[in-house]
């Protein structure tokens, strides 16, 4: 089969398969949208007819199909805690916040750990890499909320580079949006620099014990050309697949971080929409964001085969 | 009559004077230097749950909304109730009709005067008589006792198939204009503050309603209300400096800030306790239940869980409600664990036994009352397990479906006696307890009725001590509520039901040369 249809095909399957097993799991969740919208206040009359207004009262199969129909659609129905707006909406003004977020941050991580990565392997024992080395094993341990937190503490509360809470949307003033954001992302991406770090330096190695490299070197080659020419674009090939791996655990990295720098995000409407039972605006976040993660993993394949038409 | 009415008159006038008190005292001394205009930020930990004051049911969104509407009442920092958007109000000495009299210079956010049309409707609305019932409205079940609601020559009256004196506190029930539909998008109501923008997750911003009826109210100039992920990420924005007024603090939170900010404690106006299903063995036996509330040590949990602020309580009653409150039950059962043991023997538990505290997780608070009960527990033989929920799952396994053996929280109430008790009536929907005592439902049912003051307060404190005699739960405490206040900003004020009055708020320095 040709590449790209099969690519196209396991993309619909992974999507189906994601929403289904994410409808299945909101039904074995306890407590639903009219008992969570009513609160303590509700009567079980009043539960019954919000149940009935959201359609609860239809058995679960033909709610999943009608659920599918409006998907394929991009109709993910209404919010069932926010009055009058759609899933879409409530998405379309959260997002521009994560994405940021996680491309700062996905940015950060190539620009500062390629680099390090390269310096490490070429003096091996050296300064750099001892220092990264230990960096790299220290950073990957702590989960990027306990970097945030003690960002928080040392650059919002003690040096007051920024104001903890002093979120901008993008759309009053971009500039103060950005700078804000600075500092999240950094959260973000420290424990995932640290392990590309690793990767590359490994990957770099590998390189440098290649036939190659010593045959370039017996022609009389410099080391720092051999590195230029050869080992980087070779060594980065792997190094792609880690970043677009990375990718979907910078997301996940950015909803845990939403928390901790109380952003208006994805992450937040998720955990929010997951608490008061708001089916539709989660199973939409869900559906979108393995979307992203599936494309992200697309477009890898395809650099992949641009670089390396062999693949 | 002519008394009442006197005495209402007297209420408005005091209203009109405290509503937005201070100011007057001008003795020189500069820390009480009065100034209009500014703006603050308020944290706030919870999303609202609807702009629609008739949809919002989260106590959390009501004491936001509470700067935007207004009902014919309001209650004052006393408990009293004092006329709000009606002037002055009669209640017939049968407890069957309410009459009000409205103000004629109350105007909605939109500029238009409040009508009793306007009234009629909202009432309507709320008592879920209206014409085109909105299945999410959350409707005031107190009233469904309400047979008529009409307009007299200009005045109010309500109607009541039985009778019960107690109604007029469930009248701070916000009036809304009755021919505008964009109540849950654009909130229009009779507030200090209007309304300006809201994002959800993100904050509800509200600007000073110039028009209000009460000159010189509010001083602020506006007030953003920020939704904050949680109590910790709103704790390091007050030290920011990006939160000026932050309701939640927790006891370690406030001995933090001591010296930064303004530390201002109340009460949050709630009966915690460890509330036992009556209907599931072993708390089906009274005995295990007095047993339970004997192995607690109520100082100890308040002395841990809030560093000794609050009030131990005996009944599901808080000592706000002075006239109502029995304070002897506080002591029904003292802290004695031979008592407690002797009880479970004769229960036939003298081994002790295992259950299951279920607790809402996001009310950390009572995630560690609950640890300190335990360990409590532990000391007569009785292991109780932990299990911590999500707050739907709370509502929709414990409140509702009452498939749960014991949980601890917090119950909130209007300010009418009977609403504190709403919980208790064996036929109740709320009786997640399933607690069912014939006397009580007797006692409760004449009570709400009853005319004479002192009869009522005989009645309310009987209701109380039968609670206490059954241990229907164990009750815990009142506890109490820890505010932090910019030091810029003073005039922040507690009342016996659970709001944020911003109006009431002002700056002590000159807000311009912030």
């Known amino acids: ?311 | 009559m002519k008394k009442i009415i006197a005495i209402m008159m007297l209420l408005v006038m005091t209203t009109a004077l405290c509503a937005c008190k201070g100011g007057t005292d001008k003795d020189g001394n500069s820390s009480d230097s009065v100034y209009y205009g500014g703006k603050i930020t308020v944290g706030i930990t919870q999303d609202l749950d609807s702009l629609d004051p008739h949809k919002a049911v989260a106590a959390g969104t009501k004491e936001v909304l509470y700067n935007i509407f207004e009902g014919l009442i309001k209650v004052d920092k006393d408990g009293n109730f004092v006329p709000a958007v009606a002037s002055s109000y009669e209640i017939s000495d049968d407890g069957l009709k309410y009459t009000f009299e409205l103000r004629s210079n109350v105007k909605f956010h939109n500029g238009k005067t409040v009508t009793p049309e306007d009234v009629i409707y909202s009432l309507k609305r709320a008592a879920g008589l209206s014409e085109t019932p909105e299945a999410d409205v959350s409707t005031v079940s107190a009233f469904n006792i309400i047979s008529d609601i009409t307009n007299d020559n200009g005045k109010v009256v309500v109607t009541l198939s039985s009778p019960n004196t107690e109604l007029i506190g469930y009248f701070t029930s916000s009036i809304i204009p009755c021919d505008y539909t964009e109540q849950a998008t654009k909130p229009i109501g009779t507030g200090p503050f209007k309304f300006v923008s809201y994002s959800p997750l993100t904050s509800i911003v509200l600007e000073k309603n110039a028009d209000y009826y009460i000159e010189g109210c509010p001083y602020l100039d506006g007030v953003t209300f920020k939704i904050c992920a949680n109590t910790d990420s709103a704790f390091l924005e007050l030290l920011g400096g990006s939160i000026d007024v932050f309701p939640y603090l927790t006891n370690d939170q406030a001995a933090q800030l001591e010296g930064k900010m303004n530390i201002v404690d109340g009460t949050m106006n709630l009966v915690q306790a460890l509330f036992l299903n009556n209907a599931v063995a072993p708390f089906d036996n009274v005995k295990v239940r007095q047993a339970v509330c004997y192995a607690i040590d109520r100082q100890a949990i308040i002395n841990v869980v809030a560093g000794g602020k609050g009030e131990i309580i005996g009944s599901n009653m808080f000592p706000s409600f002075s006239s109502y409150y029995d304070k002897s039950l506080v002591n029904a059962y003292p802290y004695d664990q031979a008592k407690a043991k002797e009880l479970l023997a004769e229960a036939g538990l003298a081994d002790g036994f295992t259950f299951t505290i279920t607790v809402p997780s996001n009310y950390d608070f009572h995630v560690r009352t609950a640890q300190v009960v335990a360990d409590q527990l532990a000391k007569v033989g009785i292991t109780a397990k932990i299990e911590l929920v999500e707050w739907s799952t709370w509502l929709s396994d414990v409140y509702v479906g009452r498939n749960y053996t014991s949980t601890i929280i917090g119950l909130d109430s209007q300010l009418a006696p009977s609403d504190v008790l709403r919980f208790y009536p064996s036929t109740s929907s709320k009786n997640f307890m399933n607690y069912s005592n014939a006397e009580f439902d007797e006692v409760f049912e004449s009570a709400k009725s009853t005319t004479r003051s002192d009869a009522k307060i005989d009645n309310y404190k009987k209701l109380q001590q039968i609670l206490t005699g059954d241990a229907a739960a164990a009750y815990l405490q009142s506890p109490a509520q820890l505010v932090a206040v910019s030091r810029d900003l003073d005039g922040y004020t507690f009342y016996p039901v659970y709001v944020q009055d911003i109006a009431s708020i002002h700056y002590v320095v000159d807000p311009k040369t912030k």
Not at chain 1, 22 to 41: K, W, Y
Not at chain 1, 218 to 245: D, E, Y
Not at chain 1, 276 to 285: E, G, H, L, S, T
Not at chain 1, 288 to 294: K, N
């Open chain 1, 1 to 311: 089969m040709n590449f790209y249809i099969r690519k196209i095909v396991s993309f619909i399957v992974t999507i189906l398969s994601v929403a289904l097993l994410s409808f299945i799991m909101f039904q074995v969740l306890p407590g639903d949208a009219a008992v969570a919208r009513l609160g303590t206040e509700a009567t079980p009359e009043a539960i019954e007819a919000l149940r009935a207004e959201y359609g609860y009262d239809r058995p679960v199969s033909e709610r999943f199909v009608s659920w599918l129909k409006g998907a394929v659609r991009g109709d993910f129905g209404m919010s069932m805690r926010y009055e009058g707006m759609t899933a879409n909406e409530l998405i379309a003004s959260r997002l521009p916040v994560t994405l940021t977020l996680a491309g700062m941050s996905i940015v950060m991580i190539a620009l500062v750990s390629l680099p390090i990565g390269l310096l490490c392997a070429a003096r091996p024992g050296g300064y750099a890499d001892r220092i990264s080395e230990a960096a790299a094993i220290t950073f990957m341990a702590i989960p990027s909320f306990v970097t945030g937190l003690l960002i928080t503490l040392i650059f919002g509360i003690w040096l007051r580079s920024f104001t903890p809470g002093g979120f901008v949307p993008p759309d009053e003033d971009a500039g103060r949006f950005i700078r804000f954001m600075i500092f999240p992302a950094i959260s973000v991406a420290i424990p995932k620099i640290a392990m590309t770090v690793q990767y590359m330096k490994a990957s770099v190695r590998e390189q440098l014990a290649c036939d190659y490299v010593r045959t370039a070197k017996a022609k009389g080659n410099s080391l720092h050309g051999i590195m230029w020419k050869h080992v980087f674009r070779n060594s980065m090939m792997p190094v792609i697949t880690f970043i677009g791996l990375i990718v979907a655990e910078v997301l996940a990295g950015s909803i845990m971080i939403e928390q901790v720098f109380n952003l208006p995000g994805m992450g937040r409407l998720l955990v929010n929409s997951i608490a008061n039972r708001d089916f539709n605006v989660v199973q939409a976040i869900v559906v979108y964001i393995a979307a992203t993660v599936l494309l992200v993993n697309l477009i890898v394949d395809l650099v992949y085969r641009v670089l390396d038409p062999r693949v």
